[in-house]
């Protein structure tokens, strides 16, 4: 379809002010927060299920790719348009539709930010526990499309564990309803398949996400190492004691250093790693616990241990691990964050890899990581204006990935593949996989326009 027809076409769905289209626009919608880049053909800002339905109509019927978007944080470029197309964002459908206490739910629209949301369920006392480290900033729709994760999710699980139904605009326009309030729904589990789906399946318009009262009592504390292997080895030993935390945050001393100088969060300087262990949940028993940890601790070479005095500390100690990707940005220019899982019985083998493919590559690597899922995240430090810097730091990217999947792991805890890991999937399917998975969105997407070309490699000819 002529360029020109396609806007007036969105024009008239959803209005001359919500449609975008000037260079300046399509370049900033043309990058998320991976190294990827690619243009849209234009920027469109729905308001409703009903404008979402009919500009997804208008996209099948031309034949246009359409890429949902909620605040581009995700790192492995899924918002990157691979075809030009048009851009989907949700940010103006940010209603919080309805809190219902009684069932434990929340039913939100998709560009609601992760953090209002659980700013607002605090003061019914209640909380949604996924909380990717970019909550100030990323949508609950991209959460969806991503899968995501946080620090909290070691005990409560990752988003698909709280999802528990969704509205969703197919790839022609239709509006379904997959899931609902119930704990059990028959029939196939769709919104299991359309979780972490990065959008190539469908437009999530409105979603029940499940709530949990907000725990009685929390502690939060700093666990200091003289190395990583020590701090390594307390993870392992503390989930073999049969005590799940609420997290287990390792973070290495290249990051420490940055987030101190941003920050200002009390980290120790001279350490080698730091564990931010927290309990949370019922008073009752919660001292015996943290005693047990302490004793876990001692017994793998702790050097000290700061428990938080208050909300004030504890907000402290959170606000440096929730700022260490930003803060890193002080040290070289660019991070590229790899996103591999490991047993976490290998994480001090795996980590001492990671440090070996800095050496190899002649690249800084810091690390600030979910230790209790055994998902690493090394940041691999550089200057993507430098060619031979850009190069090396993907090839390094690329064989930390293989030593995750050698030690046992996978490619992804929660970052999704996007663009970016294509090719690193080979590492983790066979082709007889792919075509499985190509036949889900040949099924779900005969016209290949939702978000084309991410997730699953194209067809070898
Ligand atoms: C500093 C920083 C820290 C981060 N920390 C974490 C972390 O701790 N844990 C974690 O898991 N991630 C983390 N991320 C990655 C990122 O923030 C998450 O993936 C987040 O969920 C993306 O949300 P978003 O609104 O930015 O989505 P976007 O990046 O806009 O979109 C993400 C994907 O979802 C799809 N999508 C968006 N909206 C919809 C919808 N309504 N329907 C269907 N598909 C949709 C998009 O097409 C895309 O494929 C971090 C990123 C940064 C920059």
């Given at each position: 379809?002529d360029?020109?027809?396609?806007i007036?076409?969105?024009?008239?769905i959803?209005?001359?002010?919500?449609?975008?289209?000037?260079?300046m626009?399509?370049?900033?919608?043309?990058?998320?927060?991976?190294?990827?880049?690619?243009?849209?053909d234009v920027?469109?800002?729905?308001?409703?299920?009903?404008?979402?339905a009919s500009?997804v109509?208008?996209?099948?019927?031309?034949?246009?790719?359409?890429?949902?978007?909620?605040?581009?944080?995700?790192l492995s470029g899924?918002?990157?348009?691979?075809?030009?197309?048009?851009?989907?964002?949700?940010?103006?459908?940010?209603?919080i539709?309805?809190?219902?206490?009684s069932n434990?739910?929340?039913?939100?629209?998709?560009?609601?930010?992760t953090?209002?949301?659980?700013?607002?369920?605090?003061?019914?006392g209640?909380?949604?526990?996924?909380d990717?480290?970019?909550?100030?900033?990323?949508?609950?729709?991209?959460?969806?499309g991503?899968?995501?994760?946080?620090p909290?999710?070691?005990?409560?699980?990752?988003?698909?564990?709280?999802?528990?139904g969704a509205?969703?605009?197919?790839?022609?326009?239709?509006?379904?309803?997959?899931?609902g309030?119930?704990?059990d729904?028959?029939?196939?589990?769709?919104?299991?398949?359309?979780?972490?789906?990065e959008?190539?399946?469908?437009?999530?318009?409105?979603?029940?996400?499940?709530?949990?009262?907000?725990?009685?009592?929390?502690k939060?504390?700093?666990a200091?190492?003289?190395?990583?292997?020590?701090?390594?080895?307390?993870?392992s030993?503390i989930?073999?004691?049969?005590?799940?935390?609420?997290?287990?945050?390792?973070?290495?001393?290249?990051?420490m250093?940055?987030?101190?100088?941003?920050?200002?969060?009390?980290?120790?300087?001279?350490?080698?790693?730091?564990?931010?262990?927290?309990?949370?949940?019922?008073?009752?028993?919660?001292?015996r616990?943290?005693?047990?940890?302490l004793?876990?601790?001692?017994a793998?070479?702790?050097r000290?241990?700061?428990?938080?005095?208050d909300?004030?500390?504890?907000?402290?100690?959170?606000?440096?691990?929730?700022?260490?990707?930003?803060?890193?940005s002080?040290?070289?220019?660019?991070?590229?964050?790899?996103?591999?899982?490991?047993?976490?019985?290998?994480?001090?083998?795996?980590?001492?890899?990671v440090?070996?493919?800095?050496?190899?590559y002649?690249?800084?690597?810091?690390?600030?990581?979910h230790?209790?899922?055994g998902?690493?995240?090394?940041?691999?430090?550089?200057?993507e204006?430098?060619?031979?810097?850009?190069?090396?730091?993907?090839?390094?990217?690329?064989?930390?990935?293989k030593?995750?999947?050698?030690?046992?792991?996978?490619?992804?805890?929660?970052?999704?593949i996007?663009?970016?890991k294509?090719e690193?999937?080979s590492?983790i399917?066979?082709?007889?996989?792919?075509e499985?998975?190509?036949?889900?969105k040949?099924?779900?997407?005969?016209r290949?326009?939702?978000?084309?070309?991410?997730?699953i490699p194209?067809?070898?000819c």
């Open positions: 379809m360029k020109q027809m396609l007036s076409g969105l024009r008239e959803v209005g001359d002010s919500n449609v975008l289209f000037s260079d626009d399509l370049t900033l919608y043309g990058y998320d927060a991976s190294l990827d880049k690619g243009l849209p920027v469109v800002l729905p308001g409703s299920t009903e404008e979402v500009v109509s208008l996209a099948h019927r031309e034949e246009v790719p359409i890429i949902a978007r909620g605040s581009g944080t995700n899924g918002t990157i348009p691979t075809r030009g197309g048009i851009i989907l964002h949700l940010s103006r459908m940010n209603r539709l309805e809190i219902d206490i434990r739910t929340v039913t939100v629209e998709p560009g609601v930010i953090l209002d949301l659980q700013n607002r369920l605090l003061e019914e209640f909380v949604y526990t996924p990717p480290a970019s909550q100030k900033v990323s949508t609950l729709g991209g959460n969806i991503e899968n995501s994760g946080g909290h999710c070691l005990k409560y699980g990752v988003t698909t564990n709280h999802v528990l509205e969703v605009v197919l790839h022609d326009g239709n509006v379904v309803w997959v899931g309030k119930s704990q729904n028959p029939g196939y589990d769709l919104m299991g398949l359309l979780v972490g789906s959008g190539t399946l469908g437009v999530v318009t409105k979603m029940i996400l499940r709530i949990l009262r907000a725990p009685e009592d929390v939060t504390m700093l200091i190492y003289n190395t990583i292997e020590d701090a390594g080895n307390t993870v030993a989930i073999a004691e049969g005590i799940v935390p609420a997290t287990l945050e390792m973070m290495d001393q290249l990051v250093k940055a987030v101190e100088e941003s920050v200002h969060a009390g980290y120790p300087l001279d350490a080698a790693a730091v564990l931010i262990i927290e309990l949370d949940g019922l008073r009752d028993g919660m001292e616990q943290s005693q047990k940890i004793e876990i601790c001692r793998n070479g702790v000290d241990i700061q428990i938080a005095k909300d004030a500390e504890r907000a402290r100690l959170w606000a440096g691990r929730k700022g260490a990707f930003g803060a890193v002080r040290l070289r220019p660019t991070y590229m964050v790899c996103d591999g899982t490991v047993p976490r019985t290998k994480l001090p083998e795996v980590l001492n890899k440090l070996q493919v800095g050496e190899k002649g690249l800084s690597i810091g690390n600030v990581f230790a209790g899922d998902n690493l995240h090394p940041l691999i430090l550089f200057d204006r430098d060619e031979k810097e850009l190069e090396a730091a993907k090839e390094a990217s690329s064989e930390i990935l030593i995750c999947v050698e030690a046992g792991g996978t490619i992804s805890g929660e970052h999704g996007g663009i970016e294509l690193e999937m590492l399917f066979s082709e007889a996989d792919f499985a998975m190509r036949r889900v040949r099924a779900m997407d005969p290949d326009i939702l978000n084309p070309g991410k997730v194209a067809a070898q």
